[in-house]
């Protein structure tokens, strides 16, 4: 038994004794994190309290290796982050998005501004606790993280842990918080919001409609259906036709459009009425008992080659007899335009003969199997060259350190890296285990080297000034926004709950927000801030440790 007393003792940084540490540490804080208090759970974020209640009882891990362990994480965190949000990195400016994505630049430049003040008035809270106090309360570990690694020494990563830990769990709180206090200033009724949402998502201008038109009109008596396309001028695909002797065929460009003939389109809502007034009325087709051999079915694009290309390229018609109409991306159905871009993962819908689709099956991999296998050579090229832009001097001796260097070369590599045949498509559940095992390290790591001056330096009269602090970062800026949002932009209320979750990037929050209302809008919300809020979030916290340390 002396074997096993000595690998559990408190100071044995042994190998063994440190994987016996943090195995412990993240099992049970990941254990402890799944309970909901009020229907909020903190997640993986316990990890970092049963850390710190370890260091506390005096164990420990060599310094070297904890760095190690710590920075490593971190990076394995911040890059699968910028593998996610990448793709709708820019996308998120688009339209609705600029407004909700300065609402959430707002509430960032005002957690600063009271940080800033808080400085100011009271000289005696450091700026390295107050950046850690800011980014408990704003539940934002990888802007801890950047502003461990730009601050360097021991003192100052132990003292920006503590604050975080003392602020984090009132930040979940205190965003719950705001959204309550938002709905009774506004009077909002939450069922209202939801059915305002779902008419909104019925008649949604993006996902693409499937209507079989029925030609009538004379004036397009035989056009071709490319001078269709000329005529109308917006994106439509007609999937399949039926001549007037009922012969179901895959048009080509040329071909020639007479009265009766029936074309199934699939089409933006938006164009609905464009359409109609220029080919003819909707009618109701049961195309799957006329179509004969045309079959629909779905391919996945699992062929590195075709990752980037546009699917104009691939000739389809002319070379396949084929035409695609949609392409699932993530869940989400888009139009199938010439010009669109494939990549990795995506499922192509085609309509066409048995023959042809396997040919062109074979052609784009259609192999699950394939998506499967781990990009390694990709995820190893972002961090290397994640970790060399981390270490450039962008300015005012301001560096992008090892959370904003590979997050941003992440985000470029997942927008553009076909370019440079690189394969960025990995499964949703190796992003994730990547993603929470790089967390988990970091913060059992942050946690056990804090843990020995945390109860000493939180439970007395600067501990409760700390939480106060965090607050009202958490809560201020929250209630400003959210009286903008809805006052002056009248955004739905569940928008403004993903708004919130988003630019403060908590999950817990979210998960609260769409358990509540039973709708998918916070989250299509939290994505749209979500990409430049984590991006913010890490220069700022970076930044006033350079500029006030």
């Known amino acids: 038994m002396e074997w096993l007393i000595d690998l559990l003792s408190p100071h044995n940084m042994q190998l063994s004794a440190t994987l016996v540490l943090y195995s412990f540490v993240i099992a049970l804080g990941i254990a402890l994190g799944k309970i909901k208090i009020f229907g909020v759970s903190l997640g993986v974020t316990f990890v970092l309290f049963v850390g710190i209640l370890m260091g506390h009882f005096g ?17 394995l965190f911040i890059f699968s982050i910028g593998l996610q949000v990448g793709p709708s990195f820019f996308s998120s400016f688009k339209k609705g998005g600029v407004t909700l994505n ?3 630049v707002l509430g960032i430049v005002l957690n600063v501004a009271i940080v800033l003040a808080i400085f100011y008035i009271d000289g005696d809270t450091k700026i390295d606790a107050l950046v850690g106090i800011m980014s408990g309360a704003v539940t934002n570990t990888p802007g801890l993280a950047a502003a461990q690694q730009a601050a360097g020494s021991t003192e100052s990563v132990n003292i920006m842990a503590m604050g975080y830990a003392a602020a984090y769990p009132l930040g979940v709180v205190g965003i719950i918080l705001a959204m309550f206090i938002v709905k009774g200033l506004f009077r909002i009724k939450t069922e209202n919001e939801v059915k305002e949402i779902e008419d909104e998502q019925e008649n949604s201008q993006a996902k693409p409609l499937l209507v079989t038109y029925e030609v009538t009109n004379p004036l397009i008596e035989g056009k071709t259906l490319l001078e269709l396309h000329d005529i109308i001028q917006c994106d439509f695909v007609v999937s399949r036709y039926m001549d007037n002797e009922g012969n179901v065929a895959v048009p080509l460009s040329s071909t020639v459009l007479h009265k009766g003939y029936k074309l199934y389109t699939v089409l933006s809502v938006q164009d609905e009425t464009r359409l109609m007034s220029v080919i003819g009325p909707e009618i109701q087709m049961e195309w799957e008992s006329t179509q004969g051999q045309m079959f629909s079915r779905r391919i996945v694009v699992t062929k590195s080659e075709f990752n980037g290309v546009t699917i104009g390229s691939l000739h389809l018609r002319r070379g396949y007899n084929l035409n695609a109409t949609r392409v699932n991306r993530a869940g989400i159905d888009l139009l199938a335009s010439p010009s669109l871009r494939l990549q990795m993962g995506d499922r192509i819908t085609v309509v066409g003969s048995l023959n042809d689709i396997d040919r062109l099956a074979n052609r784009l991999g259609n192999s699950m199997k394939r998506l499967h ?52 498509y990995t499964s949703s559940s190796a992003s994730l285990f990547m993603r929470e095992l790089g967390i988990c390290l970091f913060l059992a790591s942050v946690g056990i080297s804090s843990g020995a001056g945390f109860a000493g330096t939180v439970f007395n009269t600067t501990g409760m000034w700390w939480v106060i602090w965090g607050f009202i970062i958490t809560l201020i800026p929250l209630l400003v926004v959210g009286c903008i949002g809805r006052g002056v932009y009248k955004l739905n209320f569940l928008t403004l709950m993903g708004l919130f979750s988003g630019s403060y990037t908590d999950p817990p929050a979210l998960a609260y927000a769409n358990n509540s209302t039973g709708n998918d809008a916070p989250a299509v919300a939290y994505s749209t801030v979500y990409p430049l809020t984590m991006f913010l979030r890490i220069v700022a916290a970076q930044a006033l440790i350079l500029c006030f340390a």
Request: hydrophobic share 55%; aromatic share 12%.
């Open 59 to 75: 164990y420990e891990v060599n310094p070297e290796v904890l760095k190690f362990i710590r920075e490593f994480g971190l990076i």
């Open 102 to 104: 300065m609402l959430a």
């Open 373 to 424: 296998q781990p990009n390694l050579i990709t995820i190893f090229v972002g961090i290397l060259f994640g970790i060399i832009v981390g270490s450039i001097n962008v300015g005012f001796g301001m560096k992008l350190g090892l959370a904003g260097g590979p997050l941003v070369v992440a985000i470029l590599l997942s927008r553009f890296g076909y370019k440079f045949k690189l394969i960025t």
